[in-house]
């Protein structure tokens, strides 16, 4: 990707889409995106450094330095190229603030003109975002933007930061100058920020707190650009030499994958003095750079021209290989934004406009509880209520019939495994001989209650006469149970219908709505849907009081089945046991009954259809206008936060197709491979222990850059490296491409110029190789020296091969050897005698007879395989 990137743009390809990569930042810039790291350039150093010298040569402009302004908080310089010369100055507030301050800090600024010079902007700027009398002005998160247009102007777009201080002073107290580090803290520990490192030659630099912070946040040097300033006075304190070193990248500690560059600061002006325009800023540092020590810098790293084409080239590339992930990150926080707007709905004034709003959202809502309570879950058109995958965590509150579904099966089974108050059923894994335990226990039942009970409630029947109400006493005792159960599950439908309401408000409605639409018309609903479903389950338990004997043909067939197997063998049962049977029977025809009664009468007559009448927009039209207000009505932060959304979408939405247009663009797209040499992650900073683990850096001098190699060259690299390397002189091919020896390793020179996405310099040339190099033979199809020519010397003498055996398969060695070399050969096809190698016809290619032939053993085969044995 460097390579075609880089190419595009020194040949002017991109065209406008240079100015369209600076663009989307500017739009991501102004929408203040928190989980979007923006590429960017940002300017930090000391306060003495001659920070504001270097933006004054990249723009022309003089910054007014008494005023203090671009001093207290970001300040973004914006280059582009226009047919008029202009300078405008806005603010871009920081989205913490209220609409508000928002809007009246959004509408300032404006053009520089004779009625209104760029000094007087600037000190209004400065007192209207952070006041010098306010605590905390240096903590401000507004961005004050200075754009500069011109026939002469780069694309660049910078970020110049407060800059650092070492002691406090009359301005600035110690919690400024903690504020100021935190604020330059949060740009350049992203990973995706390019420091630009101003450094002034007026001390010594090793006290410079912006090259630590440099060393801290970028312990690598592959985002940092060095900048010199004041070159002129390092031979005043004895360290010319050693800054020189500085700029040659030859500081261990201080070496910089993207170089260093060095400026000469305009000496002191009289008052009214006219500022130095760039010719003659021009003309003073080519005289400077002419003589002395510093004329050994290289041309290319000194003068504001070359740092301008630097930066301008650099922060393109940078946010091109950005593009992609930017596409992703912006097209989440575009979703993000409309689900919040419309979480927070269209606001309305009148109750008339409230009342309509209601209407349409309640008819909404029903579309979505038809499917919920028929159990389809199909989503309307447009709308994304259901899931359409298993939800790991259960069944989701939106299905409510499988819910339902779940609580009745939970009921039904509660009912016939607990429902009974004395359980005569016996445990499985006996033996057939062996009493099972609930026999016993049956028989300590009918003693102990069914005889007693048959002694209490004897009246002036006959004696031998039965009791007839025997039976339903008994069943109202053991089935004491069923109304708790009962009760219970009427309350968990109660939960699940609530849960689903809390699920489809939190959809359909916005947010402001939820809260009240519960309180004022929902919980009532609720209620009333609850109480009818407790009266009719009242109905229910009580008519478990009623004696009313069973019209099951089940109920007597069981009975006679009983009474057969009771009296096998002259066998006799008392009347106790044969009450108790008849109960025990009647139980369990009861309870199918009672379980599909609740579930139908209950649950679904009363709470399942109920849902279909709360959202009815009949009954909107019947609230007053007080439960409108009170439920449709918006305060001023609703209208604020939706109005401060509005703009955002808007920049979001632009940005989103400045992006997609240059992510089609072929310079830009990143290749599968290249894709993995690119740091996408928003990884912020590096903690102490990753820094700890990571190598010194080597120095990287200009003449030396290190290729970044992709995933499939490396693969590619790989079996080569695990074969000892060989030239011409041992008859192997000697390397297609020169070397290039580092201290790291040893990289080859491509021709094509494919460089490291942070490293640029004009002296590589995009051009591509003429034709590509014939691939190298394989090892194991490469002959060793003959005897004739002596053994290699470098590796170790080849032993002497034995034939194989008769009943042994003669392994790929023995394939694709040649017998005219005294070798076991297996070819099929017998090879011609040597020739002369001037009449080779593989002589051109570098091969012997043998690799010849051995490539001709291979192809034989696969002709046949495709033609066909015959």
């Known amino acids: 990707m460097a390579s075609s990137l880089d190419s595009a743009l020194d040949a002017q390809e991109l065209g406008g889409d240079q100015r369209a990569l600076l663009d989307l930042i500017e739009k991501l810039q102004y929408a203040q995106l928190d989980n979007v790291k923006l590429p960017q350039i940002v300017v930090v150093g000391d306060q003495s450094a001659g920070k504001s010298s270097v933006l004054e040569a990249i723009t022309g402009t003089p910054f007014p330095r008494d005023a203090g302004a671009c001093t207290r908080f ?81 694309l660049l777009t910078l970020v110049d930061l407060p800059g650092l201080v070492r002691n406090a002073n009359n301005d600035q107290s110690l919690e400024d100058i903690k504020t100021i580090e935190s604020l330059s803290d949060r740009y350049m520990k992203s990973s995706r920020t390019i420091i630009l490192a101003v450094v002034g030659g007026n001390s010594d630099y090793v006290q410079a707190p912006i090259l630590t912070k440099a060393q801290q946040f970028d312990p690598s040097g592959s985002r940092t650009i060095g900048v010199l300033t004041k070159p002129d006075l390092t031979e005043s304190i004895g360290l010319e030499d050693k800054f020189i070193d500085l700029v040659k990248n030859n500081d261990k500690r201080n070496d910089f994958r993207l170089g260093w560059y060095v400026l000469l600061n305009p000496g002191p002006r009289d008052q009214g003095q006219p500022w130095p325009d760039a010719v003659e800023r021009r003309h003073v540092e080519d005289e400077f750079f002419s003589r002395g020590k510093w004329s050994t810098v290289p041309a290319s790293q000194r003068g504001a021209g070359a740092l301008m084409q630097k930066l301008s080239v650099q922060l393109q590339r940078h946010i091109g290989k950005h593009v992609k992930v930017l596409r992703k990150q912006i097209q989440k926080a575009l979703d993000d934004c409309e689900a919040e707007l419309k979480s927070l709905g269209t606001g309305k004034d009148t109750p008339q406009e409230m009342r309509i709003e209601l209407v349409e959202l309640f008819s909404a809502s029903k579309e979505l509880v038809i499917p919920a309570v028929y159990g389809f879950y199909k989503n309307p058109p447009k709308k994304n209520f259901f899931r359409v995958t298993a939800d790991p965590k259960g069944t989701p509150a939106q299905n409510l ?47 102990q209650e069914v005889e007693m009970l048959l002694r209490q409630i004897r009246g002036s029947e006959f004696p031998m006469d039965p009791k007839p109400r025997a039976v339903y006493m008994l069943f109202q005792s ?86 057969s197997e009771a009296s096998k063998e002259g066998a006799r049962f008392s009347e106790a046991e044969e009450v108790l049977e008849k109960m025990l029977i009647y139980y369990e025809l009861s309870a199918k009954s009672f379980i599909r009664n609740t579930i139908t009468q209950v649950i ?151 460089v490291s996405d942070d490293v640029t310099d004009s002296r590589y040339s995009a051009r591509a190789p003429q034709q590509a190099p014939p691939p190298p033979p394989r090892p194991d199809k490469v002959r060793t020296e003959d005897a004739s020519h002596g053994q290699n010397p470098s590796y170790p003498p080849t032993p002497p091969r034995s034939a194989p055996r008769a009943n042994q398969e003669p392994g790929p060695e023995h394939y694709y050897t040649n017998a005219t070399n005294g070798y076991a050969s297996n070819n099929p096809y017998t090879p011609e005698p040597p020739i002369a190698r001037e009449s080779r016809p593989y002589a051109s290619a570098n091969l012997d007879p043998a690799d010849y032939e051995k490539t001709s053993s291979r192809r034989q085969p696969s002709l046949r395989k495709i033609i066909g044995r015959g």
């Open 74 to 154: 970001a300040t973004e310089i914006r280059l582009r190229r226009a047919a008029e010369s202009s300078i405008n100055v806005s603010i871009i507030p920081d989205k913490n603030r209220n609409f508000k301050d928002q809007e009246r800090l959004r509408h300032f600024g404006g053009m520089v003109d004779a009625s209104m010079p760029f000094e007087t902007l600037m000190r209004a700027a400065v007192d209207l975002i952070a006041p010098k009398n306010i605590p905390g002005r240096f903590a401000a998160r507004d961005i004050l933007v200075v754009e500069k247009r011109g026939p002469d102007m780069p």
């Open 401 to 447: 019939r499988a819910r339902a579904t779940e609580e009745n099966d939970r009921f039904a089974m509660k009912v016939r495994a607990h429902g009974r108050k004395f359980n005569f059923s016996a445990p499985t894994g006996r033996s057939p001989t062996e009493e099972p335990p609930a026999a016993g226990a049956k028989r300590d039942f009918v003693r």
């Open 478 to 563: 053991f089935a004491e149970y069923w109304p708790t159960f009962a009760q219970e599950h009427k309350d968990n439908l109660g939960v699940v219908c609530n849960e689903f309401l809390g699920e489809l408000i939190a959809y359909a409605f916005p947010k402001r709505m939820r809260e009240p639409l519960r309180r004022h018309f929902l919980d009532p609903q609720m209620k009333a849907l609850m109480a009818k479903a407790q009266h009719e389950l009242d109905l229910l338990t009580q008519d478990m009081n009623l004696e009313v004997q069973p019209y099951d043909p089940e109920y007597e067939e069981r009975l006679r089945n009983w009474q």
């Open 604 to 754: 679904e007559r009363h709470l399942m259809q109920g849902m279909y009448s709360i959202f009815n927009s009949v009954a909107v039209l019947s609230m007053s206008d007080e439960v409108i207000e009170a439920i449709a009505a918006e305060n001023k932060e609703t209208r604020d936060r939706r109005q401060a959304l509005k703009v955002q979408k808007k920049a979001i939405e632009e940005a989103k197709d400045i992006c997609a247009s240059l992510a089609m663009r072929k310079e830009l797209r990143v290749s599968e491979d290249d894709q993995d040499n690119i740091d996408t992650s928003d990884e912020e900073g590096v903690n102490a222990a990753e820094k700890s683990a990571k190598p010194p850096r080597q120095p990287t001098s200009p003449s030396v850059r290190h290729p970044r190699r992709s995933r499939r060259e490396s693969l590619e690299e790989a079996p080569a490296s695990a074969t000892p390397a060989r030239d011409g002189r041992n008859g192997y091919p000697a390397p297609a491409t020169p070397t290039v020896e580092t201290s790291a390793y040893t990289v080859p020179r491509l021709e094509s110029s494919v």
